[in-house]
Antibody, heavy 121, light 111 residues
Framework: EVHLLESGGGLVQPGGSLRLSCEASSFSFSDYGVAWVRQAPGKGLEWLSTIDSSGRSTYYAESVKGRFTISRDNSKNTLFLQMNSLRAEDTAVYYCAKDAGPTGLIFFDYWGLGTLVSVSS | DIVMTQTPLSSAVTLGQPASISCRSS???????????LSWLQQRPGQPPRLLIYKISKRLSGVPDRFSGSGAGTDFTLKINRVEAEDVGIYYC?????????FGQGTKVEI
């Protein structure tokens, strides 16, 4: 069964940085696009970023463009999200999600358990 | 940007009875490749989202057949044929046709 495990969350001060990881297993990671989606406490889901299977194509929501960077290491089956200039409104559970195809442009068929990021002084 | 609007936002259902959730997009979700990338997700309390339906009406493997999706263009519906206790949670529609990806606000289903 597809497994996605996020890590790297925690408490960070406003203006600080954090790097999230998502380790994938039980599928051929390098064949699929992957994405980050977040959920603020008690709120709905917000798509943040998608990366294709090769890592050459990336897409961002306006809310994080210029502050967050998505990347992947296919040799380590791992997806990353570098988050800079963090704000209080970035406080959320961050999920990684696998796309059903290589482009990252189809649908998210599997989701990780999430990692909590809290931005507060 | 596309706005996804779900109705109702909350639904109290009786076990064994049907339930229906509507999702409307502000623009057509028909992709240039001819597909409509509208998905339905379930989020049980304290759990991550889980894909139920993709491309309007296709159930992911392992999803009970009491869940069905329908619709076209800008109007879509998720139906639960006979609600079971394990169906309690929040249901989201999501469009993957256009960037930025967008989710509906969520519909809370409770017994």
């Amino acid at each position: 069964e597809v497994h996605l495990l996020e890590s790297g969350g925690g408490l960070v001060q406003p203006g600080g940085s954090l790097r999230l990881s998502c380790e994938a297993s039980s599928f051929s990671f390098s064949d699929y696009g992957v994405a980050w989606v977040r959920q603020a406490p008690g709120k709905g889901l917000e798509w943040l970023s998608t990366i294709d299977s090769s890592g050459r194509s990336t897409y961002y929501a306006e809310s994080v463009k210029g502050r967050f960077t998505i990347s992947r290491d296919n040799s380590k089956n791992t997806l990353f999200l570098q988050m800079n200039s963090l704000r209080a409104e970035d406080t959320a559970v961050y999920y990684c999600a696998k796309d059903a195809g290589p482009t990252g442009l189809i649908f998210f068929d599997y989701w990780g358990l999430g990692t909590l990021v809290s931005v507060s002084s | 940007d596309i706005v996804m609007t779900q109705t109702p936002l909350s639904s109290a259902v009786t076990l064994g009875q049907p339930a229906s959730i509507s999702c409307r997009s502000s623009q057509s979700l028909v992709h240039s490749d001819g597909n409509t990338y509208l998905s339905w997700l379930q989020q049980r309390p304290g759990q991550p989202p889980r894909l139920l339906i993709y491309k309007i009406s296709k159930r992911l493997s392992g999803v009970p057949d009491r869940f069905s999706g329908s619709g076209a263009g800008t109007d879509f519906t998720l139906k639960i044929n006979r609600v079971e206790a394990e169906d309690v949670g929040i249901y989201y529609c999501m469009q993957v046709t256009h960037f930025p990806r967008a989710f509906g606000q969520g519909t809370k289903v409770e017994i």
